[in-house]
């Protein structure tokens, strides 16, 4: 049997923060964020107990979808700054023990990058087969999503939006009559993956410490057992082993169980396209048919078990190989507190942050930013642009985050009183001192670290709390989650002679457990007990 694959040590403890670039801090009052001002919060993020960055793609662009559609993988869009300063966040970052992940847009470029406008051309050159394309314009007709309009007698595939042509990583199937379709081993999609790894190498040679690869199954086409995806991760993996071997690779996949076993170390459960995690985080509006309720409904009319079974299938299987991550959020949906209180959110903050696997911190979430509806979209952002808007660091111009005139920033603020870093740094109840004290207690009992045992004690499709207990060697630890508005109570042996490590609204009587509405409660117990 092959020896799994070493994890970098610095997973181990990981705790993540997502910064969305162009919404974090505006150093140079142009009302876009940049790299100095992310390098200028670093000890507000070290202070929040974060240990580890993930940028959104900060790489040349034309930002027809918020800079997924890549021009230049090499240089830093100047909005965000230089290459150089992207070097000083990664000394910067190392200076404080912190780790910074860059986005890798993998499956696809810009139809401005000079790869594609070279492939476009009519005769051939080096670049014709980077891209996917037909033998004829007029196949467009048999396949719509095929587009054409260049100088090129053939139609493009493109990965998301038109402005977005796929790389040519092959195809693992070769259909009938579709001799465009080239195999995984032709010159085209061989080149393609060897351009690939000189993009890494490139960052990880600069300072970088790994990538979050952007939709990261999407790379090989007709692949439908994934077995030629699986075999070009694992291949990245190998190499990244053996030269890079603290670089870690974090999937947009959403399938952990097939993303891990393809050679990356993390992958998310999605609020989009995983349904068990979709209904964990729902937003409490009526349901499509068939769809249940969210577990995190005010009225307790959820089921935990649609996420829990689906969450220890893909624990089970990934136990010692790479982590599962459960985010508080991103940038491609509504923000939890979206419809929400806080002390709904404040709820849910402390279930996903005492879980196993790594966690990520969405930015603004530790102070309850709210999702702003009826934004006009912005750079591809449809009906995720209201989950892009400025970071609030103080109640001053702003918000804190630009000195620009307001009509020239990104995104507007929002203006919720007490959303904001300064208001809440002064206030020891607020969520942003709920969210440190949570990431303390992690920090602090391996028995709530990345890799601490997980064992559900109650979780039931009714009624609620839900209970857990995380172990390990000398440690067990119990936390309990009611995310509805009515109170709880629920007998638990295990629970006698309990010391609360963190609580809000709940407590331990004899072996009682009493939840109020909207409460969490974390308790260490004997190791002895069984």
């Known amino acids: 049997m092959n020896a799994r694959p070493a994890l970098p040590e610095w997973l181990r403890t990981a705790v993540f923060y997502q910064i969305y670039p162009q919404s974090f801090l505006d150093t140079n009052g142009d009302g876009i964020g940049d ?35 890549v021009s230049n993988f090499y240089k830093v869009a100047p909005r965000y700054g230089s290459n150089a300063d992207l070097k000083r966040l990664f000394a910067e970052a190392h200076r404080r023990d912190m780790r910074v992940v860059l986005d890798l847009v993998a499956g696809h470029t810009s139809d401005q990058h000079p790869w594609f406008k070279a492939s476009a051309r009519a005769g051939r050159n080096r670049h014709s087969d980077h891209y996917i394309w037909t033998d ?38 070769i259909e009938a009559g579709k001799d465009w379709q080239q195999p995984m081993n032709a010159p085209g999609p061989r080149a393609v993956l060897s351009e690939l790894r000189r993009i890494m190498a490139f960052w990880l040679d600069a300072g970088c410490d790994g990538f979050r690869v952007d939709m990261a199954a999407s790379l090989v086409k007709n692949d439908p057992d994934g077995k030629g995806i699986r075999a070009l991760w694992k291949g990245i993996r190998r190499w990244l082993d053996r030269d890079h071997p603290e670089a870690v690779l974090v999937s947009e996949w959403g399938n952990p169980s097939m993303a891990i076993a393809a050679g990356f170390h993390l992958d998310f459960l999605l609020h989009f396209g995983e349904p068990a995690y979709q209904h964990l985080c729902a937003p409490q509006v009526e349901p499509k048919a068939g769809a249940g309720r969210g577990f995190f409904d005010s009225r307790g009319r959820g089921d935990i078990r649609v996420f829990l079974d689906n969450y220890l299938r893909h624990w089970k299987a990934t136990q010692g190989r790479g982590y599962i991550a459960l985010p508080s959020g991103n940038h491609d949906f509504a923000r939890f507190r979206h419809r929400r209180s806080e002390a709904e959110l404040r709820v849910f903050l402390a279930m996903l942050l005492t879980m196993p696997g790594v966690p990520f911190i969405y930015y603004g979430d530790e102070i309850g930013l709210e999702f702003r509806e009826g934004l006009v979209s912005k750079e591809g952002g449809y009906s995720r642009t209201g989950t892009r808007t400025p970071m609030q660091w103080t109640a001053g111009k702003n918000r804190g985050f630009s000195t620009a005139p307001a009509a020239k920033l990104y995104l507007p603020t929002n203006e919720q009183r007490g959303q904001d870093v300064a208001a809440q740094e002064g206030d020891p109840n607020s969520l942003l001192h709920t969210v440190r004290a949570l990431l303390e207690l992690r920090r602090d009992f391996p028995a709530l670290g990345n890799d601490g045992e997980f064992e559900p004690l109650h979780a039931k499709p009714k009624p609620y709390p839900f209970v857990f207990l995380r172990r390990s060697d000398h440690e067990r630890i119990v936390v309990a989650i009611n995310p509805c508005q009515r109170g ?24 009682q457990l009493r939840m109020a509405g909207f409460s969490f409660g974390i308790f260490a ?6």
């Not at 006698?496 to 709940?506: D, S, Y």
């Not at 117990?525 to 069984?530: F, G, I």
Request: with cysteine.
């Open 525 to 530: 117990v004997s190791p002895k007990q069984n």
């Open 35 to 69: 790299l100095p001002g992310i390098v200028s919060k670093l000890d507000y993020l070290h202070s929040l107990g974060c240990n580890a960055l993930w940028l959104n793609p900060v790489f040349e662009s034309p930002f027809k979808d918020a800079g997924y559609d």
């Open 136 to 173: 004829s314009v007029w196949s467009t007709f048999s396949e719509p999503r095929l587009l054409p309009g260049h100088e090129r007698n053939g139609c493009y595939l493109p990965n998301f939006f038109p402005c977005q042509p796929a790389l040519n990583y092959g195809y693992a199937r």
């Open 488 to 511: 709880q109570r629920l007998n638990l042996p295990l629970l006698k002679g309990a010391l609360p490590l963190a609580a809000r609204r709940a407590s331990v009587v004899g072996q």
